[in-house]
């Protein structure tokens, strides 16, 4: 089956540096990627959609500048948190579309990668 | 725009007793929904979903789940539970089969004990 993955799980910055997550298809091609940031106890939030060849479109309320997303091609997506600050401190996870039953698409999930600024 | 509610926060169970996971949406049309469950450290497995048709569907590991639309709610049963099924699960709303932006439950903790 499909598979999303993601590097790294875990990552330990300190505060002001920047990080890049990585979110790659295995086998499959996604022209879209999605980016989710999860809270303890929370809902996945949608920050934003990765499209490849083509500026990210975020939600509202999450800053472009503070989350960079590059779709470097069709099997990978980077979200890059800039100048890191202990409130970024998150869980955040990528999705991609795949052919599901009946011609419809469902979502497939990366594992997710752990962010935490000190 | 689409929501839902999952009442249970957290619940715990036997192993080998049936399990039922609340999930209520709120949707002016007709909701296209899932469930999906997540392992501590892990992403989220979609578990079934529901888009027309029969509204009592089968999942993946023995899960299943009933579309009320009179009660606007979709809630997950499973017999007989494993200590394998321990997770976070997640019901979500979106407005079409190929609606990306789904809303999310808070999610119901399910704690399995021996």
């Known amino acids: 089956g499909a598979v999303v993955s993601q590097h790294p799980s875990r990552v330990i910055c300190k505060s002001g540096t920047s990080v890049k997550i990585e979110c790659r298809s295995l086998d499959f091609q996604a022209t879209t990627m999605f980016w989710y940031r999860q809270f303890p106890k929370k809902s996945l939030m949608l920050m934003a959609t990765?499209?490849?060849?083509?500026?990210?479109?975020?939600e509202q309320g999450v800053e472009k500048d503070k989350f960079l997303i590059n779709h470097a091609s069709l099997t990978l997506s980077t979200l890059t948190v800039t100048s890191a600050h202990p409130e970024d401190s998150s869980f955040y996870i990528c999705s991609a579309p795949t052919n599901g039953a009946g011609g419809a698409n469902v979502l497939t999930f990366g594992a997710g990668s752990r962010l935490t600024v000190l | 725009a689409q929501s839902v509610t999952q009442p249970d926060i957290h619940i715990t169970v036997s192993e080998g007793a049936s399990l039922e996971l609340r999930c209520n949406y709120s949707y002016g049309a007709t909701p296209y929904l899932f469930w999906y469950v997540q392992s501590p450290g892990q992403g989220l497995q979609l578990l079934l979903k529901y888009f027309s048709g029969d509204t009592l569907v089968q999942g993946i590991k023995g899960f299943e789940a009933e579309f009320k639309r009179s009660q606007s709610s979709f809630n997950l049963r499973k017999p007989s539970v494993h200590w394998s099924d321990a997770a976070e699960y997640f019901c979500a709303v979106g407005a079409h089969s190929n609606d990306y932006k789904l809303s999310f439950g808070a999610g119901t903790t399910v704690t399995v004990r021996a």
């Open positions: 990765s499209n490849e060849g083509s500026k990210a479109t975020y």
